[in-house]
C-alpha cells in the first residue's frame, strides 16, 4: 500500500511534469523540463541594441512550467522597445522547440530604464525627481519640424503605454499648445504647479501665460529664469520620458536647462539639405561641450510621396541625416516623410501620430520614437554619459560641461 502511494505520487509528478503524454512523448533521455532548461533555451534570444541575451540582461521573470505548458515575463527596458514582437516570437520560438514543451505563453512587460533619482531636497528633485530620463529635442535651426518632432515623440511614447511629459522650452516661439490643443491652463498643487494633461502627456508651456497670441518680450535673463522655473516649479510627478522642445539654436536656454537638470540626451532634428546640416553640427557640438549624450538624428520633411506615381521625391536631396550622424559617431534614428497632414494635423492640435498612425509618416514617428527609447536603453546599460539624477550639481563657476560629485 505504501510502495503505491510512492509510486502514485512519483507518477503525479511526473505527468505535472511532462504532461499527459509523459516523458516518453517529449523530453528525451537527460534531458528535464525546468526552469533551466527554459532559460538555457532563452538565452539564444539576443536583444540587437544591447548586444546580449535576455537572460544574463534580467529580462525573464516569473518562469512557471505546468504540465509542458510553459509560462514567463520578458520584461524590457521601455514599452517603446522597437523590436518587442520579434523578442516576443523568438522566446516562443526557442522554447517551444525544447522537448515536452505543449504550449508557451509570453508576456512581454517593461520597466522603463532610468537615472535613480536621489531625492536631496533641492527644488529641482522636487520638480523632477520622479523623471527617469529627460529628453532634449533641439535643433541648430528653426523651422526644421523641431516641434512637431518633439509633440510627435511624446505622443508615440505614452501611446506605448509609458507615462511621459512634454515641456516647451522655446519661450519666444512656444507652440505647443497650438499644437495639441492645449485649452486647460496650470494649477496649483501645494508649492508647486501641477501641469495640465492632454491625452496622458503633461505639458507645461509659456504659452498657456501669454493671453491674446502677444510677442513674448523678454531680455536673456528673464527667459532663464521661466525655463529655471519649469524645472524647479512644476509638479512633473513620476514620469518616463520628459521630452523637451528646446528653442532653435545654440544659446542662453539651452544652457540654462543643462544647469539647472540632469539631461539624459538629446535627438537633433534637420532636415536633410547642407545649409540646414551645418547648424546640426553646432548643435551636435554644443551637447558634446555641455557634456549632455547627443541619442542621435532625425530628419524631417526627408521626402515627399506623389500621390499618382508613389515614387519618392527628395525635394531638399537625399540622405543629408544619416550622414551628418556617421560623422558624428551618432545613431540614425530615422527620416520622417513630408506629409500636409502633419501641418493640418499640427494647426488643429491633434498631434498626427494620435490621428493617423498607419501613414507612412505615422510610422515614421513611432519607429523615431522606439529608436530613441533604445538609445536611451544603451545609455543606461553601458552606464556611459549617463548624469546620475541630482548627485551631481553643476559648478557655475567652471566653464560649462564640468560636473562635480
Ligand atoms: N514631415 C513634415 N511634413 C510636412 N510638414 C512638416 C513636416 N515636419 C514639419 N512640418 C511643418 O513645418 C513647419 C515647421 O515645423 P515646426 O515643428 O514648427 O518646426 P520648428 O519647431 O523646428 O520651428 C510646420 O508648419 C510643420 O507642420
Ligand atoms: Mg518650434
Not at 3 to 29: D, N, V, W, Y
Not at 79 to 100: D, H, I, N, R
Not at 115 to 134: D, F, M, R
Request: glycine fraction near 10%; include cysteine; charged fraction near 20%.
Amino acid at each position: 500500500m505504501l510502495a503505491m502511494s510512492i509510486a502514485m505520487g512519483i507518477l503525479g509528478k511526473i505527468t505535472e511534469r511532462f504532461g499527459s503524454k509523459g516523458p516518453a512523448a517529449g523530453i528525451q533521455s537527460g534531458a528535464t523540463l525546468d526552469e533551466n532548461a527554459v532559460l538555457e533555451a532563452l538565452r539564444a534570444v539576443q536583444d540587437p541594441d544591447l548586444h546580449r541575451d535576455i537572460v544574463s540582461l534580467g529580462f525573464v521573470r516569473n518562469v512557471k512550467i505546468k504540465s509542458g505548458e510553459v509560462s514567463f515575463e520578458v520584461n524590457l527596458t521601455t514599452p517603446a522597445c522597437p523590436v518587442k514582437e520579434k523578442l516576443k516570437t523568438q522566446c516562443e520560438e526557442v522554447v517551444m522547440a525544447l522537448p515536452g514543451v505543449t504550449g508557451v505563453k509570453v508576456t512581454m512587460t517593461a520597466s522603463t530604464r532610468g537615472s535613480l533619482p536621489i531625492n536631496t531636497g533641492s527644488p529641482v528633485s522636487a520638480a523632477l525627481g520622479q523623471v527617469k530620463n529627460i529628453i532634449a529635442v533641439a535643433s541648430g535651426k528653426g523651422g526644421v519640424g523641431k516641434s512637431t518632432t518633439a509633440v510627435n515623440l511624446a505622443w508615440a511614447l505614452a501611446k506605448s503605454g509609458s507615462k511621459v511629459g512634454l515641456l516647451d522650452a522655446d519661450i519666444y516661439g512656444p507652440s505647443i499648445p497650438l499644437m495639441t490643443h492645449l485649452r486647460e491652463g496650470a494649477t496649483a498643487s501645494e508649492n508647486l504647479v501641477a501641469p495640465p494633461v492632454v491625452d496622458g502627456v503633461k505639458i507645461m508651456s509659456v504659452g498657456m501665460f501669454n493671453q491674446g497670441g502677444k510677442a513674448t518680450i523678454m531680455r536673456g535673463p528673464m527667459a532663464a529664469a521661466v525655463i529655471k522655473q519649469f524645472l524647479t516649479q512644476v509638479a512633473w510627478g513620476a514620469l518616463d520620458y520628459l521630452v523637451i522642445d528646446y528653442p532653435p539654436g545654440t544659446g542662453d536656454i539651452q544652457l540654462t536647462i543643462s544647469q539647472t537638470a540632469p539631461v539624459t540626451g538629446a535627438v537633433i532634428v534637420t532636415t536633410p539639405q547642407e545649409v540646414a546640416l551645418i547648424d546640426v553640427r553646432k548643435a551636435i557640438s554644443m551637447f558634446e561641450t555641455l557634456k549632455v549624450p547627443v541619442l542621435g538624428v532625425v530628419e524631417t520633411m526627408s521626402y515627399f510621396v506623389c500621390d499618382n506615381c508613389d515614387k519618392k521625391h527628395f525635394i531638399f536631396r537625399e540622405g543629408g541625416g544619416s550622414r551628418v550622424a556617421s560623422e558624428h559617431g551618432v545613431a540614425w534614428l530615422g527620416g520622417i516623410p513630408m506629409d500636409p497632414g502633419l501641418v493640418k494635423a499640427s494647426d488643429e492640435g491633434t498631434p498626427f501620430v494620435a490621428g493617423h498612425p498607419d501613414t507612412p509618416a505615422g510610422k515614421a514617428f513611432f519607429d523615431v520614437a522606439g529608436a530613441v527609447a533604445a538609445q536611451v536603453s544603451i545609455l543606461h546599460a553601458e552606464n556611459k554619459n549617463v548624469l546620475q539624477h541630482f548627485s551631481l550639481e553643476w559648478k557655475s563657476d567652471a566653464a560649462a560641461g564640468e560636473w562635480k560629485n
